[in-house]
């Protein structure tokens, strides 16, 4: 049984102020508390989950014995912050966002100048994480990495990609060999690139594109071209960054 | 002054029932309506608008005098389903999806098999608006079209791509010539696929993919590589129609 003081602590971490006061974040349903769980690498506060849930998945759940809690379905429906809660509820600690110059160099990466929607933030980590890109870069004004629908929607990339916050004058400063590519409106065709084995795309903000502040460190604007004759004003970020990491890796 | 009986008739158009019942649809949003208004395409209904944003717009607004109303912001309030509603709110008439076999023959088009959510569907219609494909096809299963948020997340794209609702049995039959791909996580390489001008590719369900029933009408199936070291299990649906939309109008 939960008391009000822990329903009311884990309600909090839907807030980013106490998900950095506490160093935490939280993970719903049943898939994706089992992603971490079979992961292994996140180090786990405390699990929550029904008691059908927890017997269904009770091998799975026999290291972390002392920190799992059975409860209720309305104590699920309590703690969730989902339309439809979904049989478990973990809380696990952030961990560093650490990065190195060897690993810049070594492949792709993205940087994302101001994302403010969470589930473009997650599709883009879940986008990174199926090409095998290994860094999302954050802007420091993008939305939060632990924000649920940032975890929610990158279904289980938060595990694997890693997101540090960094400016991109530093990232220029510590890498300067790899070329940053901007993803804007008017910029060289991205499907006539030379062939790179290494560059760190940046795509800006939903409304409005790279800052003037990154733009002064782009080594190439890139676009990706429309007939004259297609309506569309823009594309989505995360389906702007998806085009780009496709062709990078695998185009030419 | 609105009518209680107004406000809920401009409600009742959240659902889908209603939405046929009265053969229309709504658009919120300054930005949104005013695309609508420029693009004339649409029989429209009624227009909505706080006096501002009425005064700032008289130009635009000039041909639908009589059917705009000026409303105050707790009025806007009561009929919109933005969580902040901003300024403006239309109601136009569904139009005819109709389509030719000779412009499906034409070019590419999208075959979406199931897709549930309207963010999705909404971002591909943009995605296919972008690269000038005329048609997003939808399986009898998918989300309404004039689902609000499959008009938000298309940002105006709803008004030119057409998305007939069809079986792919019937395309099949009636543009045998046209090869059908599918996407899938087991098919041949996109990037190394011979180039094609024109294909339906079918989109799976977000959950289960492509469904037995569309499967069985498919003439090859495709797939977006991930390196061996990858980890995330699949692509989000309107990133994987992005990424194979990009390869198949400007690749190779």
């Known amino acids: 049984m939960l008391t009000k003081a822990e329903i ?3 309600n909090s971490l839907a807030r980013k102020k106490f998900r950095q006061k506490y160093n935490n974040f939280f993970v719903e349903g049943d898939k ?5 769980l079979e992961d292994g690498g996140a180090e786990i506060e405390s699990v929550f989950g029904t008691a059908d849930w927890a017997e269904t998945h009770r091998h799975l759940l026999q ?4 920190k ?26 952030q961990r560093e966002n650490d990065w190195t110059a060897a690993d810049v160099k070594s492949g792709f990466s993205l940087y994302l100048d101001g994302i403010q929607d969470p589930g473009n933030l997650g599709t883009m980590l879940r986008t990174a994480d199926w090409f095998g890109w290994q860094y999302v870069f954050l802007s420091p004004l993008c939305v939060d990495f632990y924000n649920p629908k940032v975890i929610q929607a990158s279904m289980g990339a938060f595990l694997r990609v890693k997101a540090p916050i960094v400016t991109l004058e530093i990232l220029k400063k510590e890498v300067p060999e790899i070329p940053i590519l901007g993803a804007t ?27 003037p502040e990154a733009a002064a460190f782009l080594n190439q604007k890139i676009s990706i071209p429309a007939p004259a004759t297609a309506g569309a004003e823009s594309l989505n970020a ?11 890796t695998y185009g030419q």
């Open 8 to 10: 009311n602590y884990l």
């Open 32 to 36: 994706s508390v089992r992603e971490v």
């Open 63 to 66: 290291k972390y014995g002392d």
């Open 68 to 93: 799992l809690t059975v409860i209720s379905p309305g104590e699920l429906r309590r703690i969730s912050q989902l339309k439809t809660p979904n049989q478990a509820f973990l809380v696990a600690k």
């Open 185 to 211: 409106m008017q910029g060289d065709n991205l499907y006539t690139l030379p062939k790179l084995n290494a560059a760190v795309v940046v795509i800006g903000n939903e409304g409005n594109g790279i800052s």
């Open 238 to 248: 995360a389906i702007a960054a998806a085009i780009i990491a496709g062709q990078l």
